[in-house]
Each structure stands twice: as structure tokens, then as C-alpha cells.
């Protein structure tokens, strides 16, 4: 069993930038494929980004990559969600999860476990 929260969205002005937080316990991150995803207001949820439990390979959808940087520190049992140059776009609920089934996956329902998300609101 995995317990994620996610904390660190909020309002901010396009272009702007905020870290989101995804806090596990339960089993360590290292032994756990994580990412994230989020629904943006009336439309179906979408992948953002994952890594693997090594930490040694990453993903992004291509309307972040180059914006956004997965990161995790394994001391806090963290894992994180660096979103630059933020656009009116990126308004959504933020939603963190984990699989422990290896490899890198953008289809959520491979996914068993998710926390209760973050609302990130970009102004334009």
C-alpha cells in the first residue's frame, strides 16, 4: 500500500513558476514507478510526467516537456514537480501516483495509487 499527498499548487501569473510535492509513505519511492498527472477544469485527466523507480529514466508529455522537471530525494521519501514558464494551459487539479509494477507508463489506469491532488491556477 502506498499513501501519496500532494501539496504546493496555488495561483500564479503565466509565466510564472511553482514546485509541486508528492509525499509517499508506505514504501519507499525507489520501489515505485511515480507520476504525475492532472484534469484540467471539463476536460479528462492527462499524463504529465513519470520516473522511474531508479530514478534513472524520465517522461513528459510533449506539452511540458522542456517546462517541467520530475525530480525525487529518497531521504524524504519525495517526490517532486518543477513547473516553469507556466501558461493559462496548465490550469488543472494535479494528481500524483505510483505503480509498482516496473517501467514507465502514461496510461493512469496502470496506476493503483493516487493522492488527492493540488489545484494549480494560471492567470493570464
Known amino acids: 500500500q502506498v499513501q501519496l499527498v500532494e501539496s504546493g499548487g496555488g495561483l500564479v501569473q503565466a509565466g510564472g513558476s511553482l514546485r509541486l510535492s508528492c509525499a509517499a509513505s508506505g514504501r519507499s519511492i525507489s520501489s515505485v514507478t511515480m507520476a504525475w498527472f492532472r484534469q484540467p477544469p471539463g476536460k479528462d485527466r492527462e499524463f504529465v510526467s513519470s520516473i522511474t523507480r531508479s530514478g534513472a529514466a524520465t517522461d513528459y508529455a510533449d506539452s511540458v516537456k522542456g517546462r517541467f522537471t520530475i525530480s525525487r530525494d529518497i531521504a524524504k521519501n519525495t517526490v517532486y514537480l518543477q513547473m516553469n514558464n507556466l501558461k493559462p494551459d496548465d490550469t488543472a487539479a494535479y494528481y500524483c501516483?505510483?505503480?509498482?509494477?516496473?517501467?514507465?507508463?502514461?496510461?493512469?489506469?496502470?496506476?493503483?495509487?493516487w493522492g488527492q491532488g493540488t489545484q494549480v491556477t494560471v492567470s493570464s
Open positions: 501516483a505510483a505503480k509498482i509494477i516496473m517501467g514507465l507508463s502514461r496510461i493512469g489506469i496502470n496506476y493503483p495509487y
